[in-house]
């Protein structure tokens, strides 16, 4: 077996186009921001990651990876290790709290390293990660309520999307392309009645999906117990409609439609409070931020010992951070739901061969030891340029929404 020392690791930023999707924070910039991450073995063999692209996280990674050179890529207890020890710290514009910084970075590195473990040893990831459970992993359509175009005038190829006819056209659009099954609507933006309204038109449109709704916190205690007799019989689940644990465990006791969080349950010690409480019966996991595959699996059997549903939770992203989803999400038999991904409102991609594609809603596995997708250098160069000269190091959607609407102001809950 060639030598699976970490010989170099490279931080990549890049930018790539993203529509005037609407939330309860904003609206999405015209470039969302990721970091590409390339661990190089003594042996050669190159891993890739795929994470966030804010300063705070390109910084921490920076900082990071010079004291991973000489760990071997399996030892996931050194990397956590260099990364509890200060490097947090060091990144300019940290902002977020060591706690949350700490994981980030592990996550990040950790999915390639076992890329490169992969590609060393000739296994995939998720036969590393346990063996595969599924042979293919099903995606929900997200939709989004959207601008027909960014605040500089350039459209986009989505159109506007505001009201329940518009949304079901986004759906057919999204399904027609691939074939997904349950239906997210992410909420919070406009009246909760307006909102609802668009369910049950995408109800009436396509009477067998599975829903779900998202105001992320949008939502008061009052606003939520009073919409839940409209919500109940028409949603799977409930995704954080209200602030906070307390305030969703009130939600919680007064219904029995589960409620979801990608939101206040997001590191491990939010769990006992969340059990204690009864306020999410589902967790929407994330190994971009619960610190990489081997945490998420952990966290699934939690999950399971717990009685909680399982699903994923995602954001703006690429073909890497796709492909490892998809191979954590085939080696988790606890999978209740089908998973989030922002990748259709993806144009660019970054992997050689281009984007991956959906078979009815699912991805299977991609071809080929580790993740099973390779670089494709010249999108990289471009995407990199692309970084450079947007300007944009952080995300910031509430900016962003105000110059379409110059008198919103952020507020959560707002209804
Ligand atoms: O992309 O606007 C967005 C979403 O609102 C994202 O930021 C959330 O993190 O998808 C996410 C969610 O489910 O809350
Ligand atoms: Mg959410």
Redo the contacts with the bound molecule.
Sequence with gaps: MPDTRIADIRITPIAFYDPP?????GC?QPFALRSIIEVETEGGVVGLGESYGTLSVIDGLKALAPRLVGIDVTDLNALWAQARGGVAEQAVGYKTGTGRLVPRLVSAIEVAMWDAFGKATGRRVCDLLGGQVRETVPFSA?L?YKFAGHHDATPDPWGEVLTPEQLVGEAQRMIDAHGFRAI?L?AGILPPEEEIAGLRALREAFPEAPLRI?P?GGWTVETTLRLLPQLEGLVEYL??PTVGIEGNARVQAATDIPLAT??YVVADEHLPPNMAQDAFRVI?SDHHYWGGLKASRDLAKICEIWGLGLSM????HMGISLAAMTHLAAATPNLTYDC?T?YPWQTDEVIAGGKLAFTDGSLGLPEGPGLGVTLDREALARLHRNYVDCGITE?D?ESELRKHWPDWSFERPKF
């Design positions: 999707l609407l939330n309860n924070s999405h997200y989004f997210k992410k998202d992320n995704e954080d990608n939101m929407l939770h995602s954001n703006s989030d922002h995300r959607d």
